[in-house]
């Protein structure tokens, strides 16, 4: 119940006119898609598709909290990494809710960051593999931590690499994201 008290208040942040957010923007990233388990024997991992928006509150140029909302597809196609048929699977189709903060170095043209918060993914999540077997639907707390390199002579462009580690179904999903941000007029 915690987590989602905090997850409303992160959400709602942008209704309080605080004074320590300098700058307003959303971030919409596309990306690939991809969930593992933690443990298993043929070393498989699902692919798919991933969206998510954010909401980039800047409290300083090197900080950012970001609320953000999102969704991961993915699907097994019945193989390995190496292409061998396998019945292990790993599977997520989620609504992804939550918020995290990013630090970055604030440098023009290419700005390094890292992020790191707490969420909740909403709908249906298979594990099968030789250790696990795992089916549940439904609303599951995720740990989302990310690093990358902000792009572009205002940092508008992002690539990065973003992972949800979801323990109750053991598994992790991520994603490849390229990603663009609108600054918002306050």
Do not use: C
């Not at 024997?41 to 509150?57: C, P, R």
């Not at 604030?106 to 390094?112: E, N, T």
């Not at 077997?133 to 995720?142: F, P, V």
């Amino acid at each position: 119940m915690r987590i989602l008290h905090i997850l409303i208040a992160l959400l709602f942040s942008n209704l309080v006119s605080a004074q320590f957010i300098k700058e307003k923007a959303i971030n919409a990233q596309l990306g690939y898609g991809i969930s593992v388990p933690y443990n298993s024997l043929d070393d498989i991992s699902d692919t798919g598709f991933f969206a998510q928006g954010e909401l980039v509150l800047s409290a300083a140029s090197w900080v950012e909290f970001r609320p953000y909302a999102g969704i991961l597809i993915t699907n097994s196609d019945g193989r390995d990494i190496d292409g061998t048929p396998t019945a292990e699977l790993a599977e997520s189709k989620a609504f992804l809710i939550g918020g995290k903060a990013r630090i970055r170095a604030p440098i023009r043209w290419v700005a390094p960051y890292i992020e790191a918060g707490i969420g909740a993914s909403i709908g249906k999540f298979e594990t099968q593999t030789f250790f696990d077997s795992i089916e549940r639907s439904g609303l599951i707390y995720h740990l989302p931590v990310s690093f990358g390199l902000e792009l572009g002579r205002n940092n508008n462009f992002d690539l990065g690499f973003m992972y949800f580690f979801q323990p109750t179904v053991q598994q992790f999903a991520g994603a490849f994201t390229i990603g663009v941000t609108f600054p918002l007029n306050n």
